[in-house]
């Protein structure tokens, strides 16, 4: 077998890891190597990620597969077992060195790290727990570590992931345990069922009682996430949300991550032949969000979709509202906090600025314009002492109006 170079393996390695898009981190714990005495810090909540942190810092991680090589054959996977791609397999230590080098050159925060299927599940976990132990004992590091699970690994193996990860996620993989069955015939969805469920009891037994005086062992402080393909088979949106509404109630995730699915090189019949439209992720996204920090109920939002599809020509919440026309306009003045956020424009910031200045005086128009980004997608779902959008909410033509306008595409 001819042996590759440490750049052949990284360049091969972090490429078959770019499919995986749940790595961001907000939630870790505070490190810092000045306590240790080692190297590298995190930040509680700084939300590391390999994009674009809120206030604007560009945040990476290495992202990395231990090795590409793998024993299953799932038919959406680059890296299946029947696939003609390169194969390559770091060692612990190559990875240990290269987080390290990486970090002292101020290019990453932290590491992901995930792997194909090698030998077993058990020695694959081992080898990946290898990779962070020696990290965080053998060199002191206090950087970020996100760490994949790999389903069916032993639980003292979850245990020790959890002691030196500051996030573990399982992939779920397809929206029905029918589209993992057909697609990756290999994997069990019980096992990845069982794995998120003995990393959320974990998490949960290592969060600390108000008035213990004992600390509990440390796991996993930044919790767990997953990630769907979406696209590969024929599940609606609808089905989506309400597996991934299962899976925040059921495992307390942090995240559940939407990918579209990336048809592949040589890649099975049974696989479209085109990727669904991004936009379609990021409707996904968009309405994941309505769940988790606007208090929309999954059925709410499925009930606003066409054949169980997102309208990907405006936003879901304007797209409940506009099925809700009954519930509008909402009073500035007089509503309640979950009302408001429930108008199409208003966001949480906007609806937080608006409780605080209305306990001082009663709003016009013109202050919510203030707080809001675009008084034209507020304007129609609301009334303030000076206005009322009186015909406006019942016209024909609402949604075209709202609707973003159609952009003319760039030559350069």
């Known amino acids: 077998m001819v042996q590759l170079s440490l750049t052949r393996k990284l360049a091969i390695l972090s490429d078959a890891a770019k499919y995986d898009a749940s790595c961001a981190s907000s939630g870790s714990q505070k490190r810092s190597a000045k306590a240790t005495g080692g190297i590298g810090s995190t930040a509680p909540g700084s939300g590391i990620c390999h994009a674009y942190a809120p206030d604007g810092r560009c945040i990476s991680l290495l992202k990395v ?9 799932c038919v959406y996977c680059v890296n299946r077992s029947s696939s003609n791609v390169e194969r390559a397999r770091f060692s612990v230590e190559e990875v240990a060195k290269l987080t390290l080098d990486f970090y002292k050159r101020n290019y990453i925060e932290g590491l992901f790290l995930s792997s194909g299927i090698i030998r077993s599940p058990d020695y694959t976990m081992e080898e990946m ?3 962070a132990k020696s990290l ?42 029918q589209g993992l069955g057909r697609f990756a015939p290999e994997k069990r969805p019980g ?32 919790g767990q996430s997953t990630q769907m393909i979406v696209g ?26 939407y990918s ?8 099975s019949s049974k696989l479209p032949l085109v990727k669904p439209p991004l936009m379609r992720e990021h ?27 997102l309208d990907l020509t405006i936003d879901p919440k304007l797209a409940w509202a506009l099925k809700s026309r009954h519930l509008f306009p909402v009073d500035v003045n007089r509503a309640d906090k979950a009302m408001l956020l429930r108008v199409p424009g208003l966001g949480l910031k906007a609806v937080e600025k608006i409780l605080a200045a209305r306990r001082h005086h009663s709003l016009r128009l013109e202050d919510v314009g203030r707080v809001c980004a675009s008084l ?37």
Not at 65 to 73: G, H, P, Q, S
Not at 195 to 219: C, I, Y
Not at 260 to 267: C, G, K, R, V
Request: glycine share 6%.
């Open 65 to 73: 597969l231990l090795t590409n090589f793998c024993v299953y054959d």
């Open 129 to 131: 727990v290898r990779v």
């Open 136 to 177: 965080r004992e053998e060199h002191g590091f206090a950087g970020y570590i996100h760490l994949k699970i790999i389903p069916n690994a032993a639980p003292d193996l979850l245990a020790a992931a959890g002691r030196y990860a500051d996030r573990l996620s399982t992939n779920i993989e397809m929206p029905t345990d």
């Open 191 to 222: 096992e990845i069922r069982t794995a998120m469920a003995r990393v959320s009891q974990a998490h949960e037994a290592a969060q600390p009682e108000a008035k213990a005086r004992h600390t509990p062992d440390r796991f996993a402080p930044a």
């Open 232 to 257: 590969a088979d024929a599940s609606s949106d609808a089905i989506i949300l309400n597996r991934s509404a299962a899976l925040y109630a059921g495992y307390r995730l942090k995240r559940v991550y």
């Open 260 to 267: 579209a699915f990336s048809p592949i090189p040589d890649s």
């Open 283 to 309: 409707r996904l996204y968009q309405a994941d969000w309505l769940m988790r920090f606007y208090g929309f109920e999954v059925g709410e939002i499925s009930n606003a979709t066409e054949g169980g599809m």
């Open 376 to 412: 034209r997608a507020v304007r129609p779902f609301i009334e303030t002492i000076d206005w009322t959008p009186g015909a406006t909410l019942d016209a024909g033509d609402l949604k075209a109006r709202l609707a973003p306008k159609p952009e003319q595409m760039s030559l350069f």
